[in-house]
């Protein structure tokens, strides 16, 4: 059975790009101070995070290109509301900075992980992923003015821990193989199961003779 081809313009990394749109929105709020529109920008970017992979389901777009674009999207859009938020004083800087730093080295990996399999996938990370969402709150907890020094240096061991344990099973364990079966094994086992099949309609005409032989 072969993989059936998604075009990358799909609705659902349509949905994942919009995200973009945010950016200079959330750059403009920040800018002049208004918290609330802030927080709206950014909400709004995460709720379109969580609607890309149900728009993917109902159309039925999913792909490991998609996949991989919704990760390098989280990227953009989160490592650029941290330095916004960050920039303006809205945030302490250093562990911002070690965020970013992760999240790069992350990135990183990723892409390694890329080469090894040698395909386009997405490592996925169950781990990684309610990180990536908890940065999210982080810059909604600092543009909504609360006092977030606290949550920002605890995010850091947070982070730096989960990075080590993915970095291990991006580098060094085995890449798990293709969830699509390859179409050289495919055509192996269904002719293997259409053995039996040849196999009584070579004896048919056998037996054909040996009946007019009798007779």
Known sequence: MTAR???????ANAVTASRVVFLPLLWWAVAHGYHQWATLFIILCGLLDKLDGLVARIFDCRSAF???????????????GLILVAAYGWAP??????????GLLNTALRFVYIRRAGRATNYKSYAME?????????IGFATS?????LFYWAFVPLMLIIVVHDAKRMLIDPVPGPA??????????????????RAVHRSAPATGAAAEARQ
Do not use: H, K, Q
Not at 66 to 79: P, R
Not at 145 to 149: K, L, Q, R, S
Not at 180 to 197: C, F, K, M, Y
């Open 130 to 138: 309610r990180i990536v969402a908890y940065t999210g709150y982080l």
């Open 145 to 149: 003015g609360m006092e977030v020094t």
């Open 66 to 80: 998609g996949e991989l674009f919704d990760a390098i999207t989280d990227g953009l859009c989160y490592g650029f």
């Open 5 to 11: 081809a998604v075009s990358p313009w799909n609705p």
């Open 93 to 102: 800087v250093v562990p911002v900075g070690c965020v970013i730093g992760l």
């Open 180 to 197: 699509v079966e390859p179409v050289g094994r495919a055509v192996e086992r269904l002719s293997a199961a259409d053995e039996p099949v």
